[in-house]
């Protein structure tokens, strides 16, 4: 089972700016079994608004900066945040002992393929 952190700003299409991950991508990963959620800069209630908006049931929603409690509260056999920013996403991503894609590597993924 692979879980995988999403940023939204820059990241997703609803993001701000927009990035170049669709919901409908987010939805077969979540169809498939990947545990899923996002880790921003924003507040977690605007994160379940998100999620909620567009049906979709996040597995978490959790600030950036608590990407390692994310981890400790999921078994899976890989943890992957994807996000668009070197200091902020990339950075916190591995020293919480996640891998980390940006979002074009991840949209080259099998993973959003139905």
Same mark, same amino acid.
């Given at each position: 089972m692979i879980l995988i952190s999403y940023d939204i700003d820059g990241t997703l299409e609803v993001g701000d700016p927009p990035g170049p991950l669709t919901m409908e991508m987010v939805r077969i990963t979540k169809q498939k079994g990947f545990l899923i959620g996002s880790c921003?800069?924003?507040?977690?209630?605007?994160?379940r608004a998100m999620w909620d908006e567009y049906k979709?049931?996040?597995?978490f929603v959790s600030p950036?900066?608590?990407? @390692?409690e994310v +981890?400790?509260? !999921?078994? =899976?056999?890989?943890?992957?945040?994807?996000?668009?920013?070197e200091d902020l996403d990339k950075q916190m991503a591995l020293k919480a002992g996640f891998d980390f894609l940006w979002?074009?590597? @991840?949209?080259? +993924?099998?993973? !959003?393929? =139905?």
């Open positions: 921003s800069d924003r507040p977690p209630s605007r994160q979709i049931e996040a597995d950036k900066h608590m990407l @390692a +981890k400790t509260k !999921f078994q =899976a056999d890989a943890y992957v945040h994807i996000g668009d920013r979002p074009d590597e @991840a949209a080259a +993924k099998d993973w !959003f393929v =139905a």
